[in-house]
């Protein structure tokens, strides 16, 4: 029977299922944006409140209360098509083009080879090709399908995933359907490393999973499921299960190659183990593995269009649409180098100082540093900082999450600086305050000590 104060809990999560049905199904899209300001800002404040009474809940109400949460959560984003993101559209074609027997990796989608597996859903007819989320071909055809005239950019673990998500629908629903078995197992896991802990609920209960991972269905939840599975096997020492995992995760999205170093934090202080190895070994491995088939059919063109979008989305030198902050600091030309030797010495860090118990610890670490530094538009890449919060629950990295999705409605580079400078004080600021508060005590009761010693 739930306690006052677990139902209080319960009422404040229904409220924020409520309130993310609503953001959902008519708080905005990507071409009208303004609704979603208000509607976001709600989202975050119930969020917070629900974790707050969370903590007053009674240990035994907190993994029913957590998941229960996270499948209505997760359910809010299954209520209406997808509304800030096209990139599912791809996923549904690429899973279509492997289902008849083709690579994603040979044929662009506007390609008059594929004119057989085209619909309505994906290229309508008669509507004008006016909403947020159409464009014409070269061709002068309708489509769904972001950058309909290049090759696809998803890893061959994502492209699996596709394949396998395609006879359970075939559409844009049934991405969405896969996100949200995907957002719910994740906490699952989450639960189960953390051994029922409700930091889980930091993930289960986050907006951005309705938003990121369920109604945009971004393949970044399966990366972030699979890198949560991996950094656990790794911290009960099942190396070679956990550097599997995390080499299935790197061949999903590559960012979560970012966690590899969590799972082997301490390397450099200490003589390497086994279990070092086997992590790294494994990772790798499964990773060359992942490619192999596809390498087969299409041969150097399984990196698709992964060249293209770096230079489009500003990695390069003479084209920066990332580094914000850096780029107050240092000149353009050299900031690219800048953050790399900033996310290097991060890294020498983690393999020197990192706790090999705790492997999401230096995982987030240099995740979110790696964010913070790249600042980019996509908050659903910050799904992977969300999954390392809930597992080692220093909050405040949530703010990088959050300052890509300001960035992703604003847009600019003033929006840049501003939201992720934000960021990255709310991640310097938090832990020197934990710091003071915890030392508090500890210099009342030095100063009490004399006290105690009069007779």
């Not at 599997?244 to 390397?267: E, F, M, Y």
Request: with cysteine.
């Amino acid at each position: 029977m739930l306690t006052r104060t677990s139902l209080t809990c319960a009422l404040a999560v229904a409220a924020l299922a409520v309130a993310l049905a609503l953001t959902v199904t008519g708080g905005g899209t990507l071409a009208d944006r303004s609704p979603l300001y208000d509607w976001y800002t709600l989202d975050a404040a119930l969020f917070v409140l629900a974790l707050l009474l969370l903590r007053k809940v009674s240990r035994r109400h907190v993994v029913p209360l957590v998941l229960t949460g996270s499948v209505l959560v997760a359910a809010a984003g299954l209520l209406a098509p997808p509304r800030t993101s096209d990139d599912a559209y791809r996923y549904v074609w690429d899973g279509r083009v492997q289902a008849a027997g083709l690579s994603p990796y040979a044929y662009t989608p506007d390609d008059p080879a594929l004119v057989r597996l085209r619909d309505a859903g994906l290229f309508p007819v008669g509507d004008g090709c006016a909403t947020w989320d159409e464009r014409r071909t070269a061709a002068g055809d309708c489509t769904r399908i972001n950058r309909p005239a290049v090759h696809t950019v998803y890893p061959p673990v994502a492209e699996a995933w596709f394949l396998a998500a395609h006879p359970f629908g075939g559409g844009v629903r049934g991405a969405q359907a896969a996100g949200a078995l995907l957002a719910v197992a994740t906490t699952g896991v989450l639960l189960a490393v953390g051994r029922g802990s409700r930091r889980a609920a930091l993930w289960g209960w986050c907006p951005g999973v309705t938003v990121w991972a369920v109604n945009d269905a971004h393949v970044d939840t399966l990366g972030a499921l699979l890198m949560v599975a991996g950094l656990g096997c790794a911290a009960r020492r099942r190396a070679g299960a956990g550097g599997a995992l995390l080499g299935a995760a790197v061949a999903t999205k590559l960012l979560p190659a970012l966690a590899l170093p969590g799972a082997v934090s301490g390397l450099l202080a200490r003589r390497p183990t086994k279990g070092d190895l086997t992590v790294l070994a494994a990772a790798l491995g499964t990773f060359l593995l992942a490619y192999l088939p596809y390498v087969a059919v299409s041969g150097s063109g399984v990196l698709g269009y992964l060249p293209g979008y770096l230079r489009e989305e500003g990695y390069e030198q003479g084209h920066l649409d990332r580094f914000g902050l850096l780029r107050v600091v240092v000149p353009d030309r050299w900031a690219a180098w800048a953050a790399a030797l900033a996310l290097g010495a991060v890294v020498l860090w983690v393999l020197r100082r990192g706790d090999p118990h705790r492997p999401w610890r230096g995982a987030l670490l240099v995740t979110g540093t790696a964010l913070l530094l790249v600042a980019p538009s996509y908050p659903w890449y910050g799904l992977l900082v969300v999954a390392l919060v809930a597992l080692d629950g220093r909050w405040e990295w949530l703010a990088v999450p959050a300052a890509g999705q300001a960035l992703y409605l604003v847009g600019g580079p003033q929006a840049q600086r501003t939201a992720y400078a934000a960021a990255l004080a709310c991640v310097l600021v938090v832990p020197a305050l934990r710091r003071l508060v915890s030392a508090a005590p500890v210099r009342s009761a030095r100063g009490a000590a004399p006290e105690m010693t009069k007779p």
